[in-house]
């Protein structure tokens, strides 16, 4: 192959919906490190070593992205055109150059690094393929969360088998790793040869981030390909943007639907169990609030994965017709693949589709959520309402056997008071009639007399007193009782005659 080239282009989420303006993703800065990082390790450009320096979103060596506002173009480089980023010298003889072309398209990061020999004169066959370090590039080392693409161009003979040269150089590509890879379609692009593959990672094969759209370009007619490609360079670019945000933003739908899914399902079954757990009346309450708490969480993280979906299906949307509009751009210009045609129209549509039943199955679930969250906070408050008026009656029961305490034992001093008054030494008195011999004298102390005529009056008007604080406090309870209840009822008619 001649006037070879190989570009890797790789897409970084740089913010999400979910982000202030002015703050990025967590990892947003990880392509910039990664890329610089390939300087130091596999890469000897030296402008991939201090790449910091040259990109607008990095001062003293520091990622500081609100560098990029009012920026007016797309480009992240100080100069605002391509980043030379020099050569490094191969084992056979000539040099391989770099070009890095970073950018940030809307909410993404993108780059486009490529390197050649530094004639376009110098013949690359299949094996020299590994002193472009290929394994450099794969996603493995620029962990791009978008995706990314490698695209390999080169002029070849017309009598070469270029099917055969496509598949050894895909081969050569993947070499030592563990990548799976699918041949997708051949066909033509700008009067060039065109085969694709996609890689998949055997570990993780549904993260669109572990995987590499493979673009093998062979010129064998002598077509102005390269004028074409770059005529049509932003439309391309765009296009593979697009087409690796569709995978990632399905690929995002589809993890999120089993989450909905399971919080669905658990609320079915506790709408199954509800009448179960209230129908015991001495847990009722205590369950029903147990259920209050947790219900409204599992509420907010359904409408949270809800909310997520409708998002990915007016992503997957927009990006689905941006594609269509660069795939439009690309063909007034040249021949595009029938297969990127084919990845609009079943694909794309397949997966909006798809997205929007789940959205019809799932938003049900979202009234279901309220209502039940409503219907258990009703039936709480009728619990405790009348939980409330129990405690209230019973609390009322027992103030009044407090009064009749009070009033009984208030009412047996009284009489017992009374008693004292009326006959201060009782007890002596009868006694010295019915035990005239040991009670007529004064009893010595030690004596059993003298103990008994000592505390015998006191015995003997508690007694009374008893005797009498039993009816006479019933009697005046109830007649508080009755004046309480007549004062009530007639402050109500004056209520009611004058409200």
């Known amino acids: 192959m001649k006037n070879f080239t190989i ?51 990095y001062q003293n060596g520091n990622y500081e ?116 890879r699918i041949e997708v379609g051949k066909d033509k692009l700008l009067g060039s040869l065109l085969f694709e593959y996609q890689t998949i990672d055997p570990d993780d094969p549904k993260n669109p981030a572990k995987q590499c759209q493979i673009l093998i370009s062979l010129n064998n007619s002598q077509a102005d390909t390269l004028t074409w490609a770059g005529q049509a360079y932003d439309w391309l670019r765009d296009l593979m943007l697009c087409r690796h945000k569709i995978l990632y933003i399905n690929h995002q739908a589809r993890e999120r639907y089993p989450q909905a899914k399971e919080l669905y399902a658990k609320l079915e079954q506790q709408m199954r169990e509800f009448p179960t757990q209230i129908a015991d009346p001495i847990t009722r309450l205590e369950t029903l609030k147990n259920l209050l708490t947790k219900l409204p969480l599992d509420d907010v993280d359904y409408n949270r994965c809800l909310g997520d979906i409708k ?34 129209d079943r694909t794309c549509n397949q997966w909006q589709a798809q997205i929007q039943i789940d959205l019809d199955y799932l938003s049900p679930g979202q009234d279901l959520f309220g209502q039940m969250v409503d219907t258990i906070r009703g039936v709480v408050e009728t619990e405790q309402a009348e939980s409330d008026r129990t405690a209230e009656s019973t609390a009322q029961k027992r103030q009044q056997r407090l009064e009749l305490l009070i009033t009984v034992a208030s009412t047996g001093l009284a009489v017992s008071g009374i008693s004292s008054q009326v006959a201060n030494e009782p007890a002596k008195t009868i006694l010295t009639q019915l035990f005239p011999a040991q009670f007529r004298e004064s009893p010595k102390p030690e004596s059993l007399s003298y103990l008994v005529t000592s505390f015998s009056p006191i015995v003997f008007h508690l007694l009374v007193g008893v005797i009498f604080a039993i009816p006479l406090g019933g009697i005046v309870w109830g007649i508080q009782t009755d004046t309480i209840g007549t004062i009530c009822r007639f402050i109500k008619k004056l209520a009611n005659r004058h409200p």
């Not at 084992?91 to 690094?113: C, M, S, W």
Request: aromatic share 8%; charged share 15%.
């Open 7 to 57: 570009s890797l282009y790789a897409f970084h989420l740089r913010h999400t919906l979910t982000d202030a303006p002015n703050e990025v993703d967590a990892n947003a800065n990880l392509l910039w490190e990664n890329l610089a990082k390939l300087g130091t390790v596999t890469l000897p450009f030296s402008g991939l070593n201090n790449l910091h320096s040259k990109l607008i979103c």
């Open 311 to 344: 998002t990915h299906h007016t992503a997957i949307t927009t990006n689905t017709k941006n594609y269509e509009t660069c795939l439009e751009k690309i063909k007034t210009i040249g021949d595009v693949p029938k297969f990127w045609q084919d990845f609009l």
């Open 65 to 180: 992205p609100q560098r990029e506002q009012e920026r007016q173009t797309e480009w992240l480089s100080d100069s605002g055109s391509s980043i030379d980023l020099g050569s490094f010298p191969t084992t056979e003889g000539f040099k391989i150059q770099g070009n890095l072309q970073p950018f940030r398209l809307h909410d993404t990061y993108a780059v486009d690094l490529s390197l050649s020999p530094q004639s376009p004169q110098i013949s690359i066959d299949v094996p020299q393929l590994q002193l472009f370090k290929p394994a450099s590039l794969l996603p493995t080392s620029i962990q791009a969360s978008l995706g990314q693409t490698i695209w390999i161009y080169g002029e070849v003979d017309a009598s070469e088998n270029s099917q055969e040269l496509a598949e050894k150089i895909a081969v050569a590509l993947l070499a030592g790793t563990n990548l799976n």
